[in-house]
């Protein structure tokens, strides 16, 4: 069982089968879910485990051969330390996953915070794919997505597999994003449950992203389709410090 972290720093368990042959393609990894599924299903390393396709496409555990366990297997201990960072991973009352809180120090949600940015329903960049995002993260040339507006040709070129051609593509994709409408980038900052339809209303009511960090609790669930739990995430987003110094 390995361990993923997603851009909101969700921690997504993972097993790790024997290459199996289902509906024509080869399976050797199932979503695990959360640690409520891996104690439900009671699974363990080393297991004999049913899986199934849902809807043709994921595969997924359904069940575990308890009649041909280990007599030495032992109930797995979900990871108390993000896999990435070593973080102490939380879990909020009524939340089902796991978070690495680590937000702005934690690789993958570095990476996947700026891929989603980046995104086609988002800001739309072209000449800026997955990878050189994370070369570019790496080589220490960006930290964040408000750090893309500032690179130059220069710092660009240089880079490993960087033709010029690409350099400058990338340069002015960057730069025509900055047409890009609010609520495509609204929903590019990836506040946590405001996807493009939300991200479109709170636009519609709020106008502008000042109007909508200075708000309040009771005038975001004022707003039609905006729960409890959209309103408390804007409302955390807008109060950390790394987030208005990056807005």
Do not use: W
Not at 35 to 42: N, V
Not at 138 to 148: F, T
Not at 156 to 176: D, F, H, Q, T, W
């Amino acid at each position: 069982i390995t361990y993923q972290v997603g851009r909101t720093g969700a921690i997504t368990p993972v097993a790790n089968l024997k290459a199996v042959q289902i509906a024509g393609t080869t399976v050797k990894r199932a979503s695990l879910h959360n640690a409520d599924q891996i104690k439900k299903l009671d699974i363990r390393i080393g297991d004999i485990v049913f899986v199934e396709k849902g809807g043709e496409i994921i595969p997924k555990i359904t069940a575990v051969d308890i009649k041909q366990r280990n007599i030495n297997s032992k109930a797995t201990v979900y990871a108390i330390k993000c896999p990435e960072c070593e973080t102490e991973l939380v879990r909020k009352v009524g939340d089902v996953k796991h978070y690495c809180p680590n937000e702005f120090g934690c690789a993958p949600q570095i990476t996947g915070r700026i891929q989603h940015f980046i995104g086609r329903q988002a800001m739309d960049i072209d000449g800026l794919g997955s990878e050189t995002v994370d070369l570019l993260r790496k080589e220490g040339l960006i930290k964040n997505y408000a750090d893309l507006y500032e690179l130059t040709i220069e710092q660009v070129i240089p880079l490993e597999r960087m033709a010029e051609k690409s350099a400058y593509n990338m340069i002015a994709g960057i730069e025509k994003s900055k047409e890009i409408p609010f609520e495509k980038l609204l929903f590019a900052l990836g506040i946590r449950f405001v996807g493009a339809t939300v991200a479109k209303k709170l636009v519609k009511h709020f106008k502008s992203i000042d109007n909508l960090m200075n708000t309040d609790f009771d005038t975001l669930v004022s707003v039609d389709e905006i729960g409890d739990r959209i309103a408390q995430s804007i409302i955390d987003f807008s109060k950390n410090t790394e987030n208005i110094e990056l807005i």
